[in-house]
C-alpha cells in the first residue's frame, strides 16, 4: 500500500503531481500514446487520483484504490489534464452563461474577455478533452471471455468523468461537491481483455447545479467501443 496523500485540494494535488516513472515508461511502450504522452502533448501526466491511498481510517476511493489496484485487475493508471491556461478558458467558457459559477471573477465573460480569450487560444495549447484516464485492464475484469465486463466499464467512466468535475471546482469550494445523477453508457464494441484503453471525457455544459458531461473509450485501433454521457448535480450550498 502506498503512502497516504497530504494535498489540501484537488486543485493543488493536480498542480504538484506528476504521474509515476514505472506507469509512464508502461504506457509509453504503446505508440498510439506518444502524442498524449510527449513533450508537445496538450496534456500533463498526474496520478489518477482516485488510486491513490487516502490513509487507513479513510474509505474515500476504497474500490479504486485497493479492490480494483491489483496486478490482475488494473495494474496501471494515470490521468493527463490540460495545461492550467487551457482549463481557466474551458472554465471561463463553461460558466460564462451559467450561474454555477465556481467564482465572481468568472461569470460573465466580456466581449473584451472573449476577444481576448480567443487571442490566448491561439497561443494556449488547445486539448481536445477535460480529462484523459489512461488505463490497462487485466484479464480478472471479464464477464465474458477475455472481455471486460460492462459494470467495470461504467465505473471507469464514472470516476473519469468525478476527476474531470472536480478540476473545474475551485479551492475555495464555490462549487460544492458533485454527483453523478444520471450515467447513460453505449456498450458499442466489445472491449478485449488484456488490454491498454484511453478513457476522454470532457463537460459539455453547466447550468446552474446540473453539469453535463460526455466520454468515449478508445484502444489502440482508435474504435471508440464504449461512450457515456452523464448528468452531475452540485450539492446544495450548506450540504445535502
Ligand atoms: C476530490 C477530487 C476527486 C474527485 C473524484 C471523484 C470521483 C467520484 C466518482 C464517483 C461518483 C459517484 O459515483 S456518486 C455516487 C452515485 N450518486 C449518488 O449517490 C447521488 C445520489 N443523489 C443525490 O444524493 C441527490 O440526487 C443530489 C444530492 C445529487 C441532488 O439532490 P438535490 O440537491 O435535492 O437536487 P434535486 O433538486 O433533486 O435536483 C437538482 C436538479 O437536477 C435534476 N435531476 C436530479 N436528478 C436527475 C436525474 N437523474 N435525471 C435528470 N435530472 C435530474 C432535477 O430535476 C433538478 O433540476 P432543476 O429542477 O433544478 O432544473
Known amino acids: 500500500m502506498s503512502t497516504p496523500h497530504n494535498w489540501t485540494t484537488y486543485t493543488a494535488f493536480l498542480r504538484t503531481s506528476r504521474a509515476s516513472e514505472s506507469d509512464l515508461k508502461y504506457f509509453a511502450l504503446h505508440p498510439w500514446l506518444a502524442p498524449l504522452l510527449s513533450p508537445g502533448s496538450p496534456y500533463r501526466s498526474v496520478p489518477f487520483f482516485s488510486r491513490l491511498e487516502k490513509g487507513e481510517n479513510n474509505t474515500l476511493d476504497r474500490f479504486f484504490n485497493r479492490v480494483i489496484n491489483t ?32 467564482s465572481s471573477s468568472q461569470q460573465n465573460v466580456t466581449g473584451e474577455e472573449k476577444e ?73 464494441r466489445p472491449v478485449p481483455l488484456p488490454g491498454v484503453y484511453a478513457i476522454r471525457v470532457r463537460v ?17 485501433d482508435g474504435v471508440v467501443r464504449t461512450s457515456a454521457e452523464s448528468l452531475w448535480v452540485a450539492a446544495r450550498k450548506g450540504g445535502l
Open 116 to 188: 481576448q480569450a480567443t487571442t490566448e487560444q491561439e497561443t494556449t495549447q488547445k486539448a481536445e478533452y477535460d480529462f484523459i484516464l489512461l488505463t490497462s485492464l487485466a484479464p480478472s475484469l471479464s464477464g465474458f471471455t477475455d472481455t471486460a465486463h460492462g459494470g467495470l466499464l461504467s465505473a471507469l467512466f464514472d470516476e473519469a468523468m468525478g476527476c474531470c468535475t472536480a478540476a473545474f471546482r475551485n479551492d475555495d469550494d464555490a462549487v460544492q461537491e458533485l454527483f453523478t445523477v444520471n450515467l447513460n453508457v453505449t456498450y458499442r
Open 71 to 102: 496486478n490482475d485487475t488494473i495494474p496501471h493508471a494515470i490521468a493527463l489534464v490540460p495545461g492550467d491556461e487551457w482549463l481557466a478558458l474551458r472554465r471561463k467558457e463553461l460558466f460564462a452563461s451559467s450561474t454555477s459559477s465556481p
Open 204 to 220: 459539455e455544459k453547466t447550468e446552474g447545479r446540473k453539469w453535463w458531461l460526455k466520454g468515449e473509450l478508445v484502444g489502440g
